[in-house]
């Protein structure tokens, strides 16, 4: 009975239910307001503001929603499409003089005039396949984004990217729903290899009412725009990626006469380069500006000049830079956040000067990570451990020390709660993998513990990814544990926080060597005296279903039972920036895709494996699972399954996911 209401209570964390208390963006971003106020505008800017609701979800990030511009001053709203009769729309964003609303509906972009109440569209494509200013699903899936639209500083212009799907191919699944005949969905879904959608970046003048395409890629070549960023009223940076992603450009674009010079660029021969780590970079007031950057083997701030020159670096070699948070020009001070140990985050200060050394300004073990007012003066800390919820913490900088100002909210009944449970605490290691090299765990042992306890090794294994971290977050592991498992979660080679070349390590070839440290954390930890070597079982999620099913198909493994959720099964069947971003295409690299693919690997697999999927999944299409369990079928290998219709990836429709844990539970009972 205890251990179905701890998977009751860890089901409802993950769908949200019985999250610890948090301060929003937003709400932070209230707080420094109010202590250091932006001058805006008078009457412009803090009359109006956005709300939204009735929103329903299209994808990861994406939603439609009743939009509403409410008036501060004649304490009404207005709904935002109403005067072109558009019904939900997609993204909104205010100008900053606060005058206009740009927002999205149908693939177009449209602006609402809050002087006059009126409202005039932007792009006019009445092509489905042109998209205008918000993110196809490869855009919002892999460069984490749904709005490709900015306003310029004077709100004179808007700059947007252009995307044409025409020639990307189309996928599409059943629905099965509870009507007598199923109904089918699709989407434009470019795979490894196959067409991408053609990029554009595009201008428009609000007062001209014309739209200029920036000179960022006459030769029409095949690379991304994920983000775009204004420097000023005139100058807009674009940042080009190659479609390889091993390129990375920012370009200076002169938005009236479209003339673009690149600004910046960076670019490997052996490695990826990481397109998000633009979103951290600060401008100064000087034209100076600090890049986060991994161009010299870890990531770290350096200091450029106006003219786009390096200066020099800010922070030390040997540990990887995690966010840029803010500069205070008038102290010199760059404030920052960084993993001193891979499982940790800890904010530091550094001058800006040469030759400084940087200064940790958290404390404890744990997360901690902040937001700034824009003056740098005020902090909001928040701070996370195994056995600590989200701790918001004010602080103000007085003489070059940080003061507490006072706690904003210390969850401090859900953590005597959760302590009540007495449950087991991870345990921090470091494991060799037989390669000269240590890799980063956590186990957790039950609190009844057996003489030898079975083992359930979790992981995710994805490049640039970590699950072992010193942080809140109570999820299944939790309820294996109090069913007697013991728990060991393990970050193989290419993941985070460890430097360039470790987060490349399987750069070309993915899944080989995780599966080799896989193997060898397993068998190190089978030799303790406390577990049972002869019932240990491997379990992942998408990235670590793959994982999960390309391991147990290795000579020598010693898994007996392994569950694969999601899982990719040919990496050719998945989608191509994320998948080209760390095999390239498989044009130029045939033999990496095949020694990565499960599909002729199926006739080695050994063991008991549960294989679930949702048939709804847009992401990992169940066609990876149907084309993997055919090959297992034609090699004549045993495997259950389990399927549920019209779910996504995430797998949370109505009662799924508690059905899905004690699916898994039962087949850890039945196996282990």
């Known amino acids: 009975m205890r251990l179905l209401l701890i998977l009751s209570v860890l089901s409802g964390i993950l769908s949200g239910e019985y999250n610890a208390k948090t301060l929003s963006s937003a709400e932070q971003d209230s707080i420094l307001t109010a202590l250091c106020p932006v001058v805006e505008e008078e009457g412009v800017s803090t009359r109006y503001r956005l709300e939204k609701e009735n929103e329903e ?8 929603a009743d939009w509403y511009i409410f008036d501060t001053q004649k304490n009404k709203r207005k709904a935002l499409g109403k005067g072109l009769q558009l019904g939900q729309v997609r993204d909104a964003k205010m100008s900053p003089n606060g005058r206009y609303v740009a927002f999205a509906k149908d693939n177009n972009l449209y602006i609402h005039k809050l002087d006059f ?15 205008n200013g918000v993110a196809d699903w490869l855009y919002e899936e892999e460069f984490g984004t749904t709005a490709l639209f900015a306003w310029s500083p004077d709100s004179k212009m808007l700059a947007f990217v252009r995307l044409d799907e025409t020639e990307v191919p189309t996928f599409s699944w059943d629905v099965y729903g509870d009507t007598q005949y199923p109904t089918s969905e699709s989407l434009r879904y470019p795979k490894a290899g196959c067409k991408n959608a053609k990029a554009s970046v595009c201008v428009y003048d609000v007062a001209a009412k014309t739209i200029v395409t920036m000179q960022v890629n006459s030769e029409k070549a095949d690379v991304y725009f994920p983000r775009l960023r204004w420097y000023n009223a005139t100058t807009l940076f674009v940042q080009r990626v190659n479609r390889d992603q091993n390129k990375m450009e920012i370009f200076s674009c002169n938005a009236k006469s479209t003339v673009s010079y690149p600004w910046y660029s960076e670019e490997s021969k052996q490695y990826f380069v990481d397109y998000s780590l633009f979103d951290q970079w600060i401008w100064l007031s000087d034209g100076k500006m600090i890049v986060l950057s991994e161009q010299e083997g870890w990531r770290r ?29 008038k102290a010199q001070i760059l404030y920052y956040q960084a993993a001193p140990i891979p499982a940790i985050r800890q904010i530091y200060g550094v001058s800006l000067k040469a030759g400084a050394t940087p200064v940790q300004i958290s404390e404890g073990e744990g997360m901690h990570s902040a937001r700034f007012s824009h003056d740098a003066h005020y902090m909001i800390e928040c701070y996370q451990s195994f056995q600590t919820p989200n701790t918001y913490t004010l602080y103000k900088a007085e003489k070059g020390k940080w003061k507490k100002e006072r706690v904003l909210e210390d969850n401090k009944a859900l953590r005597e709660a959760w302590q009540a449970n007495q449950l087991p605490e991870p345990q921090l290691m470091t ?51 109090e069913a007697g498992y013991a728990v060991l979660i393990v970050d193989p080679r290419g993941s985070d926080c460890k430097g ?33 070597a002869n019932r240990i079982a491997l379990m992942g999620w998408s990235y670590g279903g793959y994982q999960t099913l390309m391991t147990m198909s290795q000579k020598g493994h010693p898994f007996k039972a392994g569950v694969a959720i999601a899982p990719v099964t040919d990496w050719k069947l998945y989608d191509s920036a994320y998948t080209e971003r760390y095999m390239r295409r ?23 494996v ?4 949702g048939t709804g999944d847009d992401n990992v299409h169940v066609q990876q ?48």
């Not at 979800?57 to 439609?64: E, K, M, T």
């Not at 995430?650 to 899905?660: A, E, P, Q, T, V």
């Open 431 to 481: 494991i060799p993998n037989g390669k000269g090299q240590e890799l980063e765990a956590m186990l957790m042992l039950p609190n009844s513990h057996l003489t030898q306890s079975p083992l359930v090794v979790m992981h995710y294994s994805g490049p640039a990814s970590q699950r072992v971290l010193n942080r809140w977050r109570k999820r299944f592991e939790y309820a294996l544990v």
């Open 117 to 131: 109440g009126t409202e005039v569209a932007v792009t006019k494509d009445e092509n489905p396949d042109i998209i």
């Open 57 to 64: 979800q299209l994808f990861r990030r994406s939603q439609v």
């Open 500 to 532: 360039r070349a470790w987060r490349n390590e399987t750069y070309m070839s993915l899944g080989v060597k995780e599966a080799e440290d896989l193997i060898a954390a397993a068998k190190a930890i089978g030799e303790r005296e406390d577990i049972d």
């Open 586 to 608: 498989p044009q130029v690299n045939a033999r990496g895709y095949k020694e990565a693919s499960l599909l002729p690997r199926a006739k080695d697999l050994t063991g008991q």
């Open 625 to 672: 699972t149907m084309q993997y369990i055919d090959a297992l079928v034609q090699a004549d290998k045993d495997f259950e399954m389990q399927l549920y219709p019209d779910d996504n990836h995430f797998l949370k429709k109505g009662n799924n996911s508690i059905h899905m844990h004690k699916r898994v539970l039962r087949f850890f009972e039945q196996n282990l």
């Open 610 to 613: 549960l294989i679930i999927h």
């Open 301 to 329: 701030a350096y200091l450029y000049g106006s003219d786009g020159v390096k200066t020099r670096a800010l922070t030390p070699e040997g540990i990887d830079v995690t966010a840029l948070y803010a500069a205070d020009e």
